[in-house]
């Protein structure tokens, strides 16, 4: 079964960025699917982006794509999220999701079965 670890959360200014790291433990990484999700306070978690096992297809929100770009390493069981031009509506916690034998892409919370903990990342003055 896969576990997952996320880090690199902070907090960072308005326009600023920072990279996420999503690190799985306990199974073949390159055969499971990533998406990373976030949560707001008061917000129902969000669908962020996607990557696909093997080939590496990408799925982004509409109001991420262009900033957000998403990437994976299967040598370091690692995805990554990088976040650039940050706004204070970004500030949520980040939450990466793994699901096995998908060769597709969704942002929808339900399509995932592992989860991280989250890291939390804050954009403000």
Known sequence: QLQLVESGGGLVQPGGSLRLSCVGFGSTFGGWTIGWFRQAPGKQREGVSCITRYTGTTVYADSMRGRFTISRDNAKN????????????????????????????????????????GTQVTVSP
Do not use: H, K
């Not at 500030?91 to 034998?101: H, I, P, Q």
């Open 78 to 117: 690692t995805v990554y999220l990088q976040m650039n031009n940050l706004f204070p509506e970004d500030t949520a916690t980040y939450y990466c999701a793994a699901v096995s034998a998908a060769g597709i892409c969704s942002i929808r919370a339900e399509f995932f079965s592992n989860w991280g903990q």
